[in-house]
């Protein structure tokens, strides 16, 4: 059930991942998710709807909510089936926070954005994902919008 779950025809879902793929979070980070039963990003984003749980579960992880917030950043990202776990801590750190900002986010800009990143970290504009990629993740990223209203 985990994993990829690709674009069939024109139905879409959203992706979700085991916690342990979900980029940002150490073993003990992991360790203490798993022992709450938080065992997948799914779960996570749905335990931590209100601003409430997001505070409740970063004081039963003895984190900051800053952290928490990460995480659920990376995990909405990660529902995007063509970022996945795979880019979605390079989108986070190209200053895309959610699949709502990706879907309003222009080709040009963000790739813009990535190229900037990669270049400043890496030294390496080879690795930067094409425009043609970035236009994929806007595109699902609006298509996860229609779907989540």
């Known amino acids: 059930m985990y994993g990829r779950n690709f674009i069939q025809s024109s139905n879409m879902k959203s992706s979700y991942w085991p916690i342990e ?3 940002g ?3 003990g980070n992991q360790e203490q998710l798993k022992s709450l ?3 997948n990003t799914e ?3 749905n335990s931590t709807k209100t601003q ?4 409740s579960l970063a004081n039963q992880l003895k984190s900051p909510v ?3 917030n990460k995480w659920l950043a ?3 990202l990660a529902r995007v089936p063509t970022v996945g776990c795979d880019y979605c801590g390079l989108i986070l750190h190209s200053g895309i926070i959610s699949v709502k900002q ?3 986010t222009s080709v040009s800009s963000l790739h813009r954005q990535i190229l900037k990143l990669q270049v400043a970290t890496l030294q390496r504009k080879d690795l930067c994902p094409s425009p043609d990629v970035v236009q994929t993740w806007i595109n699902e990223a609006q298509k996860l919008l229609i779907i989540d209203n």
């Open 25 to 27: 979070l150490n073993k």
């Open 21 to 23: 793929q979900l980029p």
């Open 43 to 45: 779960v996570l984003l």
């Open 102 to 104: 990706l879907a309003k």
């Open 74 to 76: 990376l995990a909405d």
């Open 66 to 68: 800053q952290l928490i």
């Open 52 to 55: 409430a749980n997001k505070q």
């Open 37 to 39: 039963g938080i065992n």
